[in-house]
């Protein structure tokens, strides 16, 4: 019997740099991925500047739709960016 292949849920998130600025990604391990940024490792950006923390978060069922809800957000100004956080 075939073993059924694992759900897996993918996140959008948008973490607070320590210069105030924003980072926007995707991830499917929203934990371990704020872990790797914290380390330095995560992206050139966050390496750069550090983080503070997780403002927004949501969850996709797929990667795709991770990725298009992550390049609409990237788009978005400073404004838009903290109105959606809220």
């Not at 990604?25 to 790797?36: D, F, K, P, Y």
Request: proline fraction near 1%; charged fraction near 25%; glycine fraction near 6%.
């Amino acid at each position: 019997m075939a073993q059924s292949k694992k759900v897996q849920s993918w996140y959008v998130y948008i973490l607070k740099c320590k210069n105030s600025s924003l980072y926007t990604g995707i991830t499917n391990n929203l934990q371990r991925r704020l872990s790797v940024h914290r380390q330095g490792k995560g992206a050139k950006y966050t390496n750069s500047f550090g983080v503070l923390g997780i403002v927004y978060r949501k969850k996709y069922p797929t990667k795709q739709e991770a990725l298009m809800q992550e390049a609409r957000i990237k788009k978005l100004t400073r404004k838009d960016k903290l109105a959606l956080i809220k």
